[in-house]
């Protein structure tokens, strides 16, 4: 496969994709992140921070840079870049562009973060009416860029709060809205995260749900009157036809964040399913269509206190080690994190799990009464002093699959309702050491970035990327 350095003048990590090996890794120094004030009680712009993770650095652990947005309540949420991987063999292409778009507000900024990778500047405003009137899109969550330099974003809903599944494509130079990536009346019923395999002419999109059912809190009801998805899309890469609509069920509701495997031959991966704590795994049959199966099922709680009778884990995010060995994802609510072995990949195996915070830790006001796993509440997670408020939520791991760096944020209208004290107080971002030979979990007791200590007040830290790409931006070609 090839590197995940785009030419020789892209500052990029020299690591290998699908055949990683940690000899061949150049360890992160930096993350960026996005850091929300939306839902809060301050009334400043979010802003993208960058991190120091470099153990041999004197500012390790440290936000060293902080670029606030020109606009308020914008919602910063996923980042993608305008270079990846599949771009690779053009020499003019470099990923020195972070493209953030912001969830509630639809405007989309493009950062340089090629000048000077430590101290990113903004470069370029895309605003709203763009992406309402050429697309009638709104919500931008997901971007990628496409072999032909183009910058693919998917959006969840329309400019009047509906649910639709489009995706709005970007000049790679200019960062203008072109259009729309899909045929005319062919969105789908809701949008959220996406992925192509280009060798197999793919790509399969997932769904959330209403912008105007979800963007101040999760009501159940909503689910019953069809306000949130439950199927996933496939469709042809090449001429941009929707093929086909795999309709999960309702242990399927809320397919989040999906993941092909690395390799790009291969014709499976597997989408995480929010509600009903299900992972399925996809793939080509061999008549030539897409089917999905379940593999893997964390069951809900039964309790007391809490909002429902039952608490389900709430998988808010996966992800896959760059060697397709382990999957990992996080249970939001239940406040775990999970590793899988799926080297057999319609039998995945847990391997390694570790609790940080969640919704049942042992002195809260939530008592489980019945628990099909059989585990004992779990003590609230300090670090460094520091209670991890919320649950495990974001997840990127290091190209060298040992190291797992989390964020407790979910999204900050849902912050707000599941986790009032983190909204008030901040979120945190941690490192868990990962056994990538055996499986196994164990968190890093020396590394916390408290987000509660920001300058301009408490901030919710979101999504994390490396400037050299990671393991849920880079596409192979």
Partial sequence: LPSLTLSPSTSSTACGGHAASSDRCRREQIVYLPCIYRNTDIMKPDYLATVDVDPESSTFTQVIHRLPMPNLRDELHHSGWNACSSCFGDASKTRNRLIL??????????????????????????????????????????????????????????PSGNGKGGFVLLDGETFEVIGNWEHPGEAAPFGYDFWYQPRHNVMISTEWGAPKALANGFNPAHVKEGLYGRSIHVWDWTTHRKLQTLDLGEEGAIPLEIRFLHDPDATEGYVGCALRSIVFRFYKTPKGDWAAEKVISVPSKKVEGWVLPEMPGLITDILISLDDRYLFFSNWLHGDIRQYDITDRR???????????????????????????????????????????????????????????????????????????????????????????????????????????????????????????????????
């Fill in 101 to 158: 778009p912001s969830l509630i507000s639809s405007r989309v900024y493009v950062v340089d973060v090629g000048t000077d990778p430590r101290a990113p500047q903004i470069h370029k405003v895309v605003e709203p009416v763009d992406m309402f009137w050429k697309c009638d899109l709104a919500n931008p969550h997901t971007s990628h860029c496409l072999g032909n330099g183009q910058i693919m974003i998917s959006c969840i809903g329309d």
């Fill in 347 to 477: 039998n995945p195996r847990l391997v390694g799990q570790v609790f940080l915070g969640g919704s049942i830790v042992s002195d809260g006001s939530v008592r489980v009464l019945e628990d099909p796993e059989n585990q004992p509440q779990p003590r609230p997670r300090i670090i460094q002093g520091r209670r991890v408020p919320g649950g495990p939520q974001m997840l990127q791991l290091s190209l060298d699959g040992r190291r797992l760096y989390v964020t407790t944020s979910l999204y900050s209208g849902w912050d707000k309702q599941f986790y009032p004290d983190m909204a008030k107080e901040g979120s945190v971002m941690m490192q868990i050491d990962v056994d990538s030979v055996d499986g196994g979990l164990s968190v890093n007791e020396d590394f916390l970035v408290d987000f509660g200590k920001e300058p301009g007040g408490p901030s919710l830290a979101h999504e994390l990327r490396y400037p050299g790409g990671d393991c849920t931006s880079d596409i192979w070609l």
